[in-house]
C-alpha cells in the first residue's frame, strides 16, 4: 500500500527558511508525477509546487523565485525548499504523488510564518 509521510514543517520568522521533505514507499515512485499543496484556514488547498517525471516543474505564481521542489528517485523523496517565507504562506502543506487517474496524499504538516 502506498503511504506518503510529510516532515519538517514549523514555526519560523517572516524571511526564514524551512525545508519539507515527503517519504514514499510502497510504490514504484519514478513513475508518478510529484507535488505540494497547502490550505490555509479559510481557503482552499491550492498547487504549490510540482514536478513531473522527467524534470520540468511548475509553481504558483505566489512562490515562484522563494521555493523550489526537487525528488530524490532512489530514496523516494520529495522536498520542498521554502525561502523568504511570509507569513501568508502559513497554512498545513500536503504531499502528493499521481500516476494516470491514481493519486495519493499524505497527512500533512503545519507551516507557521510569524513572529
Known amino acids: 500500500q502506498v503511504q506518503l509521510v510529510e516532515s519538517g514543517g514549523g514555526l519560523v520568522q517572516p524571511g526564514g527558511s524551512l525545508r519539507l521533505s515527503c517519504t514514499v514507499s510502497g510504490s514504484i515512485f519514478s513513475g508518478y508525477a510529484v507535488g505540494w499543496y497547502r490550505q490555509a484556514p479559510g481557503k482552499q488547498r491550492d498547487l504549490v509546487a510540482s514536478?513531473?517525471?522527467?524534470?520540468?516543474?511548475n509553481y504558483a505564481d505566489s512562490v515562484k523565485g522563494r521555493f523550489t521542489i526537487s525528488r530524490v528517485n532512489v530514496k523516494g523523496t520529495v522536498y520542498l525548499q521554502m525561502n523568504s517565507l511570509k507569513p501568508e504562506d502559513t497554512a498545513v502543506y500536503y504531499c502528493?504523488?499521481?500516476?494516470?487517474?491514481?493519486?495519493?496524499w499524505g497527512q500533512g504538516t503545519q507551516v507557521t510564518v510569524s513572529s
Open positions: 514536478m513531473t517525471t522527467d524534470g520540468s516543474t
Open positions: 502528493n504523488i499521481r500516476r494516470a487517474a491514481r493519486e495519493y
